[in-house]
């Protein structure tokens, strides 16, 4: 076995491949931008109306209180339900509260103050944040009120503390797993073309009378694509780290050794979907086929707990699911080996298993 | 080894047959190959040439009967096969964003090529091909003739055996061909076996030996005057024109 003259052969069509090596490198940097920038899942600022129809120093501070929640911007009041259903129709507003006229009087009264907040709830991510800002400002006004009355602390307080990101920012949460999902969708992609193109332009028919054997045939296309991949890896880190400030607090060098089972995998991938399509093309849409489970199912968008189960199985069917969890675990919680070894085991056992297959399914001949 | 063959048969073809789901691509055939020999394949296109091409070189496993060329088995043996053959196709194989001189290393290499044996086979190729002018140009900007050339040096870099050209002249100028053939004797006088396909009779007449194919059968072999002979007729290419009427008309 001779992977030398294979592998001189890829190394130099990809250095003289400008346009796929400044896509490979230049990937990964306008994705880092635009998942980091655009994808917030923290819902802020609703644009709220408000029909106070109590018009009273305390209905003021309710609505002063949800404002400073930071979860709703008041951007008019209005004069009737009608008015606010126009609003909120309009997609103008997603909120709106309404402060019954009997306000005041129920609170003076001693009797359960009453106020509505009405949701646009058409997307449950606004809505779950209008929720919670209401929920939160009800409970503010009723402690203080209470401790008003009373004059002794709240009995009871449960203290919330987000740990390993503290400002629950999203980007914190959606860098390290862009690594993964970068490297799966060039990798593979690139992969699965390289021997199709072969075959589009005949000399994998030329190559297959050689006596290259196999294995040397398929490493040489893929130790290139390993390199690349640490570049890609790299690139996501320091973008990440300098843009949105993602924490490292693990080890990087236990980073990069699991990082390779899952570029391998990742590889093997490709390989074998080369294996089983007849031109490039066919390549694109098959790899674009396998990506969409891995955004969708990984665990990167969504998370696996709220899945049902038979979107779980497929989701430990991917390698992405474990490297995903291998990647959060080291950067953010800043965890080793120790608790790492099960995601480890299976993407070394998918490796193994992926480059074996490709390998077999490979023939030597042309039909 | 057979009766009918000799030791000096770079070729022995027995029964080969092949068929790809109801089409019968090759059938039965038997075929010797001399060694030194420079042997023409004729026949129209579909006749079976470069199936039985891609049998030979191990690309395509035989549906029955057997081969061995250079002595090796091509269902068994297709490693040491290959070792042993140069295998030129009219696609040339070449890789377009390569350069002259990085194809020849590349080919060079895979057959086991290295230092300063490498350096110096693809010295003398590019010298004997008049390549070297063009070692630093990219194969994909090469004309058809050059790109051929080219093709012609990576087939032979190990310096095989056995040589197959399928249609090794298509889409070449005159002079290209000429020149090409020019090579072909002389790697023939080295005693390299060559098999050669073409639908240009004029190349098929500067074969020591021919064989025509029809629709997957062997319908004649012999050297060109034996074949004139044989079919009373004056011209390669009326030799082959009647045995295609021929055999079509069997059919029918």
């Known amino acids: ?367 | 080894m057979t009766e009918a063959s000799s030791s000096s048969d770079t070729v022995i073809a027995r029964g080969l047959r092949k068929v790809f789901g109801e089409l019968v691509a090759v059938d039965g055939l038997d075929l010797e190959i001399h060694r030194g020999e420079v042997f023409g394949l004729l026949g129209p296109n579909g006749s079976g040439k470069t199936t039985t091409i891609r049998m030979l070189c191990g690309l395509m496993a035989p549906t029955a009967g057997t081969a061995t060329v250079v002595g090796c088995d091509v269902t068994t043996e297709a490693e040491q096969v290959r070792r042993n053959i140069g295998y030129m196709s009219q696609r040339f194989g070449l890789y377009d964003d390569l350069s002259v001189a990085e194809n020849l290393r590349f080919y060079a290499s895979i057959y086991g090529l290295a230092g300063q044996r490498r350096k110096d086979r693809i010295a003398e190729l590019l010298r004997d091909l008049g390549l070297a002018p063009r070692a630093d140009q990219l194969a994909g900007t090469l004309s058809g003739g050059w790109k051929q050339r080219l093709a012609l040096a990576c087939a032979t870099a190990h310096r095989p055996a056995m040589l197959f050209l399928d249609e090794p002249t298509a889409g070449v100028d005159p002079a290209s061909r000429r020149l090409f053939w020019q090579w072909i004797y002389e790697l023939a006088a080295t005693g390299t076996t060559i098999l050669v396909t073409t639908h240009y009779m004029d190349e098929a007449e500067r074969c020591q030996r021919l064989a025509f194919l029809s629709r997957g059968h062997l319908i004649a072999i012999g050297t060109v005057a034996e074949v004139l002979a044989q079919f009373h007729q004056s011209s390669i290419e009326d030799v082959f024109i009647e045995l295609q009427r021929q055999d079509e008309g069997a059919v029918v």
């Open chain 1, 1 to 367: 076995m001779n992977i030398m003259p294979m592998l001189w052969k890829e190394l130099v069509q990809l250095r003289r491949d400008r346009f796929t090596l400044a896509l490979m490198l230049g990937i990964p940097a306008i994705q880092l931008a635009l998942f980091g920038y655009a994808i917030q899942t923290e819902v802020r600022h609703l644009p709220t109306v408000v029909l106070d129809e109590s018009r009273t120093p305390e209905s003021r501070r309710l609505v002063e209180t949800m404002r400073n929640t930071g979860n709703f911007d008041i951007i008019e009041h209005v004069r009737s339900r009608a008015e606010m259903a126009d609003r909120i129709e309009s997609g103008r507003a997603n909120a709106g509260l309404v402060i019954p006229p009997e306000f005041m009087h129920d609170l003076k009264r001693g009797r359960t103050a009453q106020a509505q907040v009405v949701v646009d709830a058409a997307d449950p991510l606004a809505s779950s944040a209008a929720l919670s800002g209401a929920v939160l400002t009800g409970r503010a006004r009723a402690d203080a009120l209470m401790a008003g009355r009373s004059g002794a602390p709240p009995p009871l307080e449960i203290r919330v503390r987000p740990w390993y990101n503290p400002g629950l920012q999203s980007s914190v949460y959606i860098v390290p797993g862009i690594i993964g999902v970068i490297l799966s969708l060039t990798l593979v992609l690139i992969t699965s073309m390289s021997i199709v193109r072969e075959r589009e332009r005949g000399t994998l028919e030329q190559l297959i009378v050689t006596p290259i054997d196999k294995t040397s045939l398929m490493l040489g296309k893929i130790i290139p694509f390993l390199l690349i991949g640490y570049v890609q890896i790299t690139v996501i880190l320091l973008l990440g780290r300098l843009l949105f400030h993602v924490p490292i607090l693990g080890s990087i060098p236990l980073l990069y050794v699991l990082s390779f089972a899952f570029i391998v995998a990742s590889l093997a991938v490709g390989l074998l979907m080369s294996t089983l399509v007849r031109s490039q093309v066919q390549a694109m849409q098959l790899s674009f086929l396998f990506l969409l489970p891995n955004i969708l199912l990984s665990g990167f968008m969504f998370p696996r707990q709220a899945m049902p189960p038979f979107a779980q199985w497929l989701s430990a069917a991917l390698p992405l699911t474990y490297f995903l969890t291998i990647l959060r675990g080291v950067l953010l919680k800043g965890i080793g080996l120790e608790h790492l070894w099960f995601e480890s085991a299976v993407l070394a056992g998918f490796a193994v298993v992926l480059v074996t297959l490709s390998v077999l399914r490979f023939h030597k001949t042309i039909e």
